[in-house]
């Protein structure tokens, strides 16, 4: 189990937002008894906890069993040998993470975590969608609901969507449900010399489309040398501004081999916090943008929901979705393998 020293010494780098806000090894102190008793439930349980990269640095940095985003995490939910899955993160990922094992306990700390990409699309759109565009691959984003998912062919994350459409023998494609994403999917091949016909659904994440190409201008001009770093689910203008484009995991790798020794972020601002502590001998700034959702999470509802966890913590699905949707998601595993 992790020490107060342990924990302080991860955190003490970590300088989102205000000074006042920065970790003190007192605060470390005071989250101990808490810690602790999480890990003896862990134990008595045999239950691991995964814990997404825009997760409090608090919960990242003591109990999580797997970090990382969300196809890793994915891919951590399939090969775990547990009987508990505790998701912190938001509700799709908990669910992904039972589609991929009907026969485990997984657990939502965080029930109320939605996400503006998941809540924007139901099963009945899709269902709409699909008499609409008869002939096309139905490709949807992991950001999505089991339904959701239930009702498509193939699922991607925010590593591999680039690699995956383009691995799709189908020209026609219809994307949901990140419009911007999509946008960037579509410049990506025209840039290539691909030809695929991309239809979008109109959702956003609310967090990545409040970034303006002017800010990304502004960084350049203070900040000499900076690597700008751009999560895809951002508009095609901040994208065509980026040095690099990727997942939170791969920005976090694409700084551990980078020579470059400052960085600034363009996502949510928990991995500017993460790559503040693995990497203090480099420099990283990012906007303060907070996901509300992945922000709900805490050491106390992990507790609780370990201790005793009500229905509207363990995830269910239904036998007919979980089937579909485990399709879905293992055409992903079956794409990137190839
Ligand atoms: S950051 Fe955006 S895409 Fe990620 S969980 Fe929050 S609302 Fe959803």
Redesign the pocket.
């Known amino acids: 189990m992790v020490t107060a020293e342990q924990l302080y010494e991860k955190l003490k780098d970590i300088q989102v937002g205000n000074p006042i806000c920065r970790f003190t090894q007192e605060n470390c102190e005071l989250l101990l008894p808490t810690i602790r008793k999480i890990e003896e439930l862990k134990r008595e349980k045999n239950a691991i906890i995964l814990v997404h990269n ?1 997760v409090a640095p608090q919960i990242y940095y003591s109990v999580a069993d797997f970090t990382g985003d969300s196809y890793g995490l994915s891919k951590k939910a399939k090969e775990s040998n547990a009987d508990v899955i505790v998701f912190a993160a ?1 509700r799709f990922m908990a669910e992904t993470a039972k589609i991929l094992n009907p026969q485990k306990t997984v657990l939502d700390p965080n029930p109320n975590g939605g ?4 809540d924007g699309i139901t099963a009945e759109d899709v269902i709409r969608l699909r008499k609409e565009f008869p002939d096309h691959t139905f490709v949807c984003y992991i ?1 999505t609901t089991a339904e959701v998912k239930a009702q498509c062919d193939v699922c991607v994350t925010s590593s591999n969507v680039y690699a995956i459409i383009e691995k799709i023998p189908n020209n026609k494609i219809y994307f949901l449900p990140d419009r911007l994403m999509g946008e960037n999917v579509i410049n990506h091949f025209k840039s290539k010399g691909l030809n695929k016909d991309i239809q979008l659904w109109d959702g956003t ?4 489309e409040e970034y303006q190409p002017e800010s990304i201008d502004q960084v350049r001009r203070n900040f000499e040398g900076v690597e700008i770093l751009v999560h895809p ?1 951002c508009s095609s203008s901040v994208v065509g501004k980026a040095d690099y484009v990727g997942s939170t995991s791969q920005m976090l790798n694409h700084v551990r081999e980078s020579n470059g020794d400052s960085f600034f972020l363009v996502t ?1 601002c928990g991995l500017t916090g993460v790559l503040q502590s693995e990497f203090p001998q480099k420099t990283f700034a990012g906007s303060c943008t907070l ?1 509300k ?2 922000k709900s999470n805490s050491l106390e509802d992990i507790l609780n929901v370990l201790e005793n966890p009500g229905p509207e913590n363990t995830i269910t699905l239904d036998p007919e979705t979980q089937q579909r949707s485990l399709q879905c998601v293992e055409r992903m595993f079956e794409y990137s393998a190839h």
Not at 115 to 118: E, N
Not at 205 to 208: I, Q
């Open positions: 825009y938001v996400c503006s990409l998941a950001n994440c609310y967090v990545h689910e949510e996901c959702y992945m």
